[in-house]
């Protein structure tokens, strides 16, 4: 190819495409089935639905074909589409970016994206709403793009709020089910942590609007050490206010406790949004700005121990869960976690990394749990389950895939992933200083190995539930028997989705590669080479640990899930009682919400009734009660407002002419 | 020039003004009200006919005039206005006092 | 602070002051013996409270507030005639024409009355409503 | 004697709101010759009237005409905020007919009504003189009176219409007070004039206090026609006391004139920044305190909307306190966003009330499956009203709240960011609930009458469009600022 430059006008495709779908569906969509009949209907939008995003993966793959055949330094381009808003002197056009950092999101969404949206064409055959499914989905795919693409925080903003939407509205999607009021009350309390993240996005973007004068990705990561200077307050809140942001849609803590609730909405969309992409944009937002954070050591450390904290905590609370969406939620949190810890260390490109290959596997094993699901009529209970493998052979096959390569067994993608992570935290100034931040990447490990080994024995290899039955006493045993896999899109996207977990990382694109492909966007400009320490000796400590990990916890769940869940366990009783409530933070997290909400009604209250309207009351009252003594006469609400509006008037002018009289 | 000062003229419009708002404050029946509206507008003209009286040229004094007859007018609507809505009042619920309309609160 | 003209400062001072003392003073001074003649409002012995059985005269209002409208621009057109013979000739014409618009504006409000029958004492659709009401007691 | 000087005219400056009164006085005499309850004339009448005074409207965009001895005036402030005006009346107009025929309210008196209120807004903005500024204001004032107390059959309705006109007028004499003071510190009611008088008075004089008066005087009158705090009492009860498509039209219209006044007078002031500045950033403060905090806690649309808009006119007045370039152009993309977002908001709200659903947040719960098209034109509204991109709501708060931190007002920008939070949370409350299930038995489906479609069409198309392509109306408004700023004035008049 000749191509000296990047065709950045594919970027307005890319985005068209999908957006294009999203309308196409939201207009005819309901017309189409209705006028074409439930089958042809449901087909069209499920191939239009299907097709654009694919359509935008060929791109994506096309832009990446072109950019290997450039020099580095040619790889990096923006597109203006308009000149948006001119504040001031400063003008914020609407730009995208287009470097090996967004191709790599694009391909990962797209791709991911579209194998889901295929996925969910069976396993939402039956809903009765398609087209509007089809609708938030694709219009996902948009903001997500929006997002990978952004050129400034404005653009990217923009996708930022536009994914939280999708994700709302896709949370409470089954909102005529019986169980409506759990699945809105989801989607809200999704809703409402993401605004606490996003207030730090707002605050950030004004800071450096107002600091830097513009909002470009391109021109705040070159400015920023001479800017805000390094190490300096104002550099350390900037950061901790994108982290903030990166915490809230990345479900770490201290925000986490929406995302487990997320599992509400229909599985693709928790494999899509909850799993495989959306959540990811924190990660992505940190490496896109990573100069941002480098000049802030601090930021850096809360970086990477909320992530080495959030990962652990995570993994141990998918120990005590007993609905599989929820170990998979639980799970997802954990691996994020890894993903903040390698950011933290400076190993940006490594983050990026992990977050294609979890993309892969995440999204194969909720697919899975999906598949388990549609056979077993929607109920997620894994205490309720067992033997499955004879009924869901490929599902069992894949998600076996799943498990080795979150577990990080080679040479499956999870393998290389984690232990790059684990190799940069190994590696780090920053351990030197906290040592423990590689042992809880390796504990992690164990632990991760040891919950889904937990949950794929218990759904697929271990005594079916009929035995197990005895130990949850009186439930209602499962009225039907399970299902067959009936949905070839379901087993082919599970197969296609295995291959790649099993392959990505060592032989298409292999460690090296994606290192080389990422190195312009995601190497430390600021950090030097004394944090990012490698050394052979350490490489062999880190991956003979992380796989003793692995099989440690490998073993020890086969070794006690062999026969099935112990009781004292199905009965939540103890440790696991503990651990299925999240060691309480979500109760305390409730109870806070409860309580600020409480007091913040109460407040509120006090203010409007007490205060406000007190203060008309106590003005009513007196007027009443002087107008009681002299003539027998009761307030009126008429004659409390016209007072309130005389005091007024007195109080501005007696401020008038304190200020203004001279 | 008269011999009462401008500053007696706006003394007593101020007073009829405050006695018009206080009227409002404590009166009950909305025509009793209205009434003390009605003051404060004229409190009003009282005060544009005295600074009229000691504008330098014609054109202010003219228009100092012509604002009285200005408000003479709206004032005069609003009565029309104010009466109609008592009237309705009225008829609906057959007595005007103020305090019992109170339906609207929250 | 200049002397001279501290009442335009001190005004609205005398707002709440003469609320207090017009409210505070009566009841200070003031025997405080209420009858219902007293309390209420108009002293003179229209009722606006209770006796809800009595009738309304509102042709009264309507007539007053039909009265109010054509009484007050006579103060618009009063100044009109006064001048409209001592202008110049070539201000005449305007001014003419400006009254003229008024004029036409005022008819167009007549001739709305006229066909609302507000000038009609006997509002038929009322009276029919009052006749059967009557019947009904 | 002196000579009489006839004034010159420049008719064009007067066209619009003299097209207007031309319309409303057709429709008044038309109406007495149509059958009883045929109304539609009188609609299309009115829209030919609002559409021509908009052409006329439009065409003076770029001028800045003084006329009519100073007395009216256009300029590209005036033509932004007139047109606003124009189409909110148009809107109101268009979807009125549907709901007083549901309601029983086939008064053929609500068209001239509409049509002089909307002549006495546009005069309030098309003039500098203050006492033409207030006979709009009473143009506009007694229509609203009279609208409010439309539903003669209803106490709710002429309650509201009583407390309206009582505040209202007790407000006016306020107003007319400072405007009296003004005449007696300068010899004129031209704000223009103002700051010369200020600039010129003397230190501790009579005309200096008397200044100081009168604008804390006007400020009173102006605040209570925008509901600010504490002169908003008024409005919870009246919005919901009058008839919905009454509480659309003054809830649009009413906010933009007296914030077109507010604009003038207080730039007008500047040299007056001391005294003002104090004043307004405390009714700022407690309006959208006030406004966003009492919304939070109420049960019924109506009053929750009521509410928001005292919050809203805190946003507003946060623009105006700040007194910059940016701020200003906010508070005209604003006053255009907000009027296109109220009328379509209450305008649901009256499809509500005309099917004989109760405007309560309860009622409205699962309005999607009944109405989709009509839940989906109200969540949109509710999210431009919550400030959410990509909606014009957001655009307006941005300017808002940018222009503040420009002005320095950083406590101000603080409290408008996160009142704005909490107005989301109602807001978002209330869109939640639009898309949940009802809580008893789902009233019969109702279809939405093709006028009232037309109009959420256009509220939508506006707020979606303006959210995603700000900037013709935000150059536009910065370019009226500038030149008001810039106070370039081509006096046409004959002395």
């Known amino acids: ?662 | ?106 | 602070m200049p002397a001279e003209y501290v009442p335009i400062l001190i005004l609205f001072g005398l707002a709440a002051v003469i609320t207090a003392v017009m409210v505070g003073g009566s009841w200070l001074l003031g025997p405080r013996r209420p009858t219902p003649a007293k309390t209420a409002p108009y002293e003179c012995g229209i009722t606006p409270v209770g006796s809800a059985r009595e009738r309304f005269p509102v042709h009264f209002y309507l007539t007053a507030m039909l009265f109010i409208i054509f009484d007050v621009e006579i103060a618009f057109l009063y100044p009109f005639f006064v001048m409209v013979r001592d202008l110049p000739t070539e201000a005449r014409g305007f001014v003419i024409g400006v009254a003229t618009a008024f004029a036409t504006l005022l008819i167009i409000t007549f001739l709305y009355e006229l066909k609302k029958g507000a000038l009609e004492w006997e509002d038929p659709v009322e009276h029919r409503r009052l006749k059967a009401e009557l019947k009904n007691q | 004697m002196e000579a009489l000087n006839i004034p010159q005219v420049e008719w064009s400056a007067l066209l619009p709101v003299l097209t207007v009164v031309g319309a409303a006085l057709l429709v008044l005499i038309l109406e007495l010759f149509l059958p009883r309850g045929q109304h539609t004339p009188l609609m299309l009448v009115g829209l030919l009237g609002l559409g021509l005074a908009g052409y006329f409207q439009l065409a003076l965009w770029g001028a800045s005409l003084v006329t009519w001895a100073e007395t009216a005036l256009s300029d590209n402030i005036a033509v932004l905020l007139n047109l606003a005006i124009l189409v909110s009346s148009g809107l109101v107009l268009l979807f009125a007919d549907d709901y007083l025929r549901a309601r029983n309210m086939r008064y053929g008196e609500f068209y001239p009504l509409l049509l002089f209120a909307t002549a006495g807004a546009m005069l309030m903005i098309s003039s500098t003189n203050l006492m033409v500024v207030f006979l709009g204001l009473e143009v506009l004032s007694l229509s609203l009176y009279v609208l409010t107390g439309l539903a003669r059959a209803e106490v709710r309705s002429e309650e509201a219409a009583l407390k309206y006109f009582l505040l209202g007028a007790f407000a006016s004499a306020f107003f007319l007070y400072g405007i009296a003071l003004l005449y007696g510190a300068q010899g004129s009611v031209d704000m223009r004039v103002i700051s010369a008088s200020w600039v010129a008075s003397m230190p501790g004089k009579m005309t200096n206090a008397l200044l100081v008066a009168s604008l804390a005087l006007m400020l009173v009158g102006l605040g209570f026609k925008a509901a600010l705090a504490p002169f908003h009492m008024w409005t919870p009860d009246v919005y919901q006391g009058a008839p919905t498509v009454a509480t659309a039209y003054m809830a649009a219209v009413s906010k933009v004139a007296a914030f077109g006044v507010l604009l003038r007078l207080l730039s007008a002031a500047m040299p007056m920044l001391d005294l003002w500045s104090p004043i307004m950033w405390a009714i700022a403060l407690l309006s959208m305190l006030v406004g966003n905090l009492v919304a939070l806690i109420q049960r019924d649309a109506k009053r929750m909307l009521a509410y928001s808009s005292v919050g809203h006119a805190g946003y507003l007045a946060v623009g105006l306190v700040s007194m910059n370039m940016t701020s200003l152009t906010g508070v005209l993309f604003y006053l255009v966003a907000y009027a296109l977002m109220t009328v379509g908001a209450f305008g649901v709200l009256s499809l509500m009330a005309r099917a004989g659903d109760a405007t309560t947040v309860d009622a409205l719960r699962g309005l999607a499956r009944r109405q989709p098209f009509a839940a989906f034109a109200m969540a949109i509204l509710m999210l431009s009203l919550a400030g959410i991109p990509p909606t014009a709501g957001f655009w307006g708060k941005w300017y808002l709240f940018l222009g503040a931190l420009e002005g320095g007002q950083t406590l101000l920008a603080i409290v408008l960011a996160l009142t704005s939070v909490v107005g989301a949370a109602y807001y978002l409350r209330l869109t939640f609930s639009l898309y949940a299930d009802a809580l008893e038995a789902p009233a019969a489906r109702w279809s939405v009458p093709a006028p009232m479609v037309v109009c959420l069409l256009i509220c939508l198309i506006g707020l979606i469009g303006l959210g995603i392509a700000p900037r013709p109306l935000a150059e536009s408004s910065r370019q009226a600022v500038e030149r008001m700023a810039n106070g370039e004035w081509q006096v046409v008049s004959g002395e």
Not at chain 1, 42 to 56: C, N, Y
Not at chain 1, 169 to 191: E, P, Q
Not at chain 1, 408 to 433: D, H, M, Q, V
């Open chain 2, 1 to 106: 020039m008269t011999a009462v000062p401008a500053s007696a003229y706006l003394t007593l419009a101020a007073f009829l003004f405050a006695i018009g708002a206080a009227g409002v404050l404590i009166k009950r029946n909305p025509i009793v009200i209205f009434m003390c509206i009605e003051l404060m507008l004229n409190a009003v003209n009282l005060t544009f006919l005295t600074f009229a009286l000691h504008q330098p040229n014609l054109q202010a004094q003219v228009a100092g005039h012509v604002f009285v007859l200005f408000v003479i007018g709206v004032a005069a609507a609003e009565v029309a206005v104010g009466l109609g809505i008592i009237v309705v009042i009225f008829r609906l619920r057959e007595t005007i006092d103020v305090d019992s309309v109170s339906l609207l609160r929250e």
């Open chain 1, 1 to 662: 190819m000749e191509t000296h430059r990047l065709p950045t006008e594919l970027v307005i495709f890319i985005l068209g495409l999908p957006f294009a779908g999203c309308l196409f569906h939201a207009l005819f969509g309901g017309w189409l089935v209705r006028v074409l009949g439930e089958r042809a209907g449901k087909w069209l939008v499920g191939a239009v639905g299907t097709g654009v995003v694919f359509a935008a993966l060929w791109l994506s793959i096309v832009l990446l074909q072109t950019m290997l055949n450039l020099p580095e330094e040619a790889r990096r381009a923006n597109h203006t589409l308009a000149d948006w808003l001119a504040i001031g002197s400063v003008h914020v056009p609407f730009e995208f970016i287009i470097d090996p950092l967004s191709v790599l999101m694009c391909l990962v969404v797209t791709g991911i994206g579209g194998l889901i949206h295929l996925y969910a064409t069976g396993y939402m055959a039956e809903d009765t709403d398609y087209p509007r499914f089809f609708t938030y989905f694709n219009l996902f795919i948009f903001f997500m793009l929006t997002l990978v693409l952004a050129g400034n925080f404005l653009v990217m903003f923009i996708g930022w709020e536009g994914v939280g939407l999708c994700s709302y509205l896709l949370i409470g999607y089954f909102y005529r089910n019986a169980d409506w009021k759990y699945n809105t009350d989801s989607a809200n309390k999704a809703f409402i942590v993401n605004r606490i993240g996003d207030l730090g996005f707002l605050l950030a973007m004004f800071i450096i609007l107002v600091i830097f004068g513009s909002l470009s990705f391109e021109e705040v990561n070159k400015r920023a050490a001479e800017v805000l200077g390094v190490g300096t307050g104002i550099a350390t809140a900037v950061a901790l206010l994108l982290f903030l942001a990166a915490t809230g849609k990345s479900a770490q803590l201290p925000l986490y406790f929406w995302l487990p609730d997320a599992m509400a909405g229909p599985t693709p969309v928790s494999a899509l949004i909850h799993a495989a992409t959306m959540v990811t944009a924190g990660v992505y937002l940190l490496t896109r700005v990573h100069p941002l954070f480098e000049i802030a050591p601090a930021a850096m450390v809360v970086v990477a121990v909320v992530g080495a904290f959030t990962a652990i905590f995570a993994a141990s609370i998918a120990l005590g869960q007993t609905d599989i969406k929820r170990v998979l939620a639980f799970s997802t949190v954990s691996q994020l976690g890894y993903m903040f810890l390698a950011c933290g260390v400076g190993a940006f490109w490594v983050g990026m990394f992990h977050v294609a290959t979890h993309a892969f596997f995440k999204a194969l094993l909720f697919l899975g749990a999906g598949s388990v699901l549609i056979a077993l009529h929607h109920r997620g209970d894994i205490r309720q389950m067992g033997g499955l493998r004879r009924y869901l052979p490929i599902t069992a096959a894949t998600m076996v895939v799943g498990l080795l390569a979150i577990s990080g067994f080679p040479p499956f993608s999870g393998y290389w992933s984690k232990e790059a992570i684990l190799l940069s935290a190994y590696g780090s100034r920053l351990t030197e200083w906290i040592p423990l931040l590689f042992w809880i990447g390796i504990a992690t490990a164990l632990l991760t190995a040891f919950y889904m080994t937990r949950l794929t024995w218990l759904v697929f290899f271990a005594p079916s539930f009929a035995s197990a039955s005895t130990h949850t006493g009186g439930e209602t045993p499962p009225g039907h028997a399970p299902g067959r896999e009936r949905y070839w899109v379901v087993l082919g996207v599970l197969i296609v989705l295995a291959i790649g977990s099993t392959l990505f990382g060592w032989v298409l694109p292999s460690e090296t590669d994606i290192h080389e492909f990422l190195k312009p966007v995601a190497t430390p400009v600021h950090l030097g080479s004394e944090m990012l320490g490698e050394s052979e000796a350490g490489k062999v400590l880190v991956t003979g640990a992380a796989l003793l990990a692995a099989l440690l916890g490998l073993g020890l769940g086969i070794a006690r899930y062999r026969v099935g869940m112990p009781p004292r366990e199905t009965q939540l009783q103890g440790l696991w009682g503990v651990l299925h409530r999240q060691w309480g933070y979500d109760g305390a997290m409730r109870w806070l919400g409860v309580q600020l909400g409480g007091a913040f009604a109460w407040v509120i209250g006090v203010l409007i009734e007490g205060l406000i309207d007190g203060l008309v009351d106590l003005v009513g009252v007196l007027t009443r009660e002087l107008g009681n003594l002299v003539r027998g006469l009761q307030s009126g609400y008429v004659r409390s407002y016209a007072l309130m509006m005389m005091l007024g008037a007195l109080i501005m002018l007696i401020v008038a002419f304190i200020y203004g009289w001279r």
